[in-house]
């Protein structure tokens, strides 16, 4: 009989706590998509997608010594996939650059400053570690 009565009491609080806790916050399903879409996309047709950028940069006349590679961008605190980017420099230290972070800071409505990084991993739980003598050389960014 106490146990029955334990429960009931159990039953009750939880009921009440479900019923006057605010809402959480809806998830987009469109968004969720674009943004694994995007990794996978990159991942998938990196290849191509950079050849696209070495042909479009070449016929404006630019030109990268050494290697060019498309890789994910990352949100550095969020881990999601928010656009690639196409990193250059020589092989050995392109072949390293698995993603780029991006970092931002805003202050206030008049000044925002973001920083791209070429790193070694897409998982920024493992610790982001720079690929030094490796630059960006095109943005390709995806409203999400």
Not at 52 to 80: M, Y
Not at 85 to 109: K, N, T, W
Not at 123 to 134: D, F, H, K, M, Q
Request: hydrophobic fraction near 50%.
């Amino acid at each position: 009989m106490r146990s029955s009565g334990v429960l009931m009491v159990v039953t009750m609080a939880a009921l009440l706590l479900f019923a006057t806790a605010p809402p959480a916050p809806a998830i987009d399903l469109g968004d969720a998509i674009k943004v694994f879409g995007i990794g996978y996309a990159v991942r998938v047709f990196g290849s191509q997608i950079n050849s696209f950028v070495n042909t479009l940069l070449a016929q404006r006349g630019v030109e990268w010594e050494g290697t060019t590679k498309v890789v994910p961008i990352i949100s550095i605190g969020s881990g999601t996939y928010i656009g690639a980017a196409q990193v250059a420099g020589p092989p050995s230290l392109v072949d390293r650059v698995r993603a780029v972070a991006q970092g931002e800071i805003r202050f206030g409505d008049d000044f925002r400053g973001k920083a791209l990084i070429p790193v070694s991993t897409t998982n920024v739980l493992r610790g982001v570690r720079r690929i030094e003598g490796v630059g960006l050389s095109a943005l390709i960014d995806f409203r999400v």
